[in-house]
């Protein structure tokens, strides 16, 4: 098998992290007016994708046995909800440029993957014959599928403010998405809370994928602000108020998980001496980050809370650093193997 195929065969079904983290972070610096490294990185968001798109259906022609292999494994599982919510963030930053036409498409896209995976995936996690407890399973992937279901709220939210028909409709796939996602995320907060206890969780188990819960506060924090500044929509009359106050609530946890988060990339790494090297996780940590200062940014400009964007211009500091750093260990994990491979 050639360098190609092992890749291929290798490729894991969450690989679309990336995209999502280059793409939060293109859309920080659009929302922080640093055009030129926006476009580029969206550049590079949508060319990741485009490769993404084609290798994951080949991979599942070439290597079948891989693939079912990979439906055993609920973090797996559970990584193929980043297909979804990559679809919606490229969407959510190209309608920042005016592609109203190309946001449609993505959200037509991103509505449709949604709807499938949101009822297959899970059912597929929670029914695989892994050898271990359905609890035993449970990690900070699971809160993708909160992330990918606020993707749809988010996206949807931003094309009813710019377009002049299906407004009605729009409006009520975003708060019904946004709610949904509310939802998920107490439920999937249970689940994790539950395995934490009841379960003993090693230096391993602890990755980057459980600031997927701090990123999944952020999103919903996002979608809630888009859905506040909706037009013409009669739903927020009803909802409006419930939502900014969830909004709040929602940003107000997701800080507070911060400091938990931090600690156990201390406990892993230091304390425990786990080695620091790429693993596609690294980029669960981006997203959020990117998604926290977007959140802050837009929940500010909503509420007419200076506080919350002064914070917003500090964290797209910090998303940057760790997009810089995690491509940078990205691309020497691929020059090491390359190297080894040939060596072999």
Not at 15 to 30: D, L
Not at 213 to 224: F, R, Y
Not at 240 to 263: I, R
């Amino acid at each position: 098998m050639n360098a190609v195929g092992r890749t291929l065969r290798a490729l894991d079904p969450g690989s679309f992290s990336s995209v999502m983290a280059t793409g939060i972070v293109s859309i920080a610096a659009s929302l922080h007016r640093w055009h030129a490294l926006s476009v580029g990185l969206l550049w590079l968001s949508v060319g990741l994708y485009g490769v993404l798109v084609v290798a994951q259906p080949v991979r599942a022609v070439l290597y079948p046995d891989a693939v079912a292999a990979d439906m055993r494994v609920a973090r797996k599982v559970f990584g193929m909800f980043t297909f979804v919510a990559a679809t919606g963030v490229i969407g959510a930053r190209v309608i920042l440029d005016g592609h109203i036409a190309a946001a449609v498409v993505l959200l037509a896209v991103t509505a449709g993957s949604w709807v499938v995976s949101a009822y297959a995936l899970p059912l597929r996690a929670f029914t695989a014959r892994s050898g271990e407890p359905v609890l035993a399973r449970v990690d900070g992937t699971w809160f993708l599928w909160v992330v990918a279901t606020q993707s749809v709220a988010v996206l949807a939210a931003q094309v009813q403010a710019r377009v002049l028909t299906g407004s009605d409709a729009l409006a009520l796939l975003a708060v019904f998405c946004w709610a949904v996602g509310v939802f998920l995320y107490m439920a999937v907060a249970l689940l994790v809370a539950t395995r934490l206890v009841i379960h003993r969780v090693t230096p391993a188990d602890l990755n980057g994928a459980y600031w997927v819960a701090m990123g999944a506060t952020a999103i919903t924090v996002v979608a809630g602000a888009s859905i506040a500044a909706m037009v013409d929509a009669n739903l927020l009359r009803v909802v409006g108020s419930t939502v900014e106050a969830v909004s709040v609530f929602f940003w107000a946890f997701g800080t507070w998980l911060v400091p938990p988060l931090v600690f156990a990339g201390y406990w892993r790494h230091v304390h425990h001496r786990v080695p620091f090297r790429y693993e596609l996780s690294l980029w669960a940590i981006v997203f959020p980050l990117g998604m926290y200062g977007v959140g802050s940014m837009q929940l500010g400009k909503v509420n007419d809370l200076p506080l919350l964007e002064q914070i917003a211009r500090i964290e797209i500091w910090l998303a940057l650093i760790a997009w810089s750093l995690t491509t940078a260990a990205w691309l020497t994990h691929g020059w090491v193997r390359r190297r080894d491979a040939r060596a072999a």
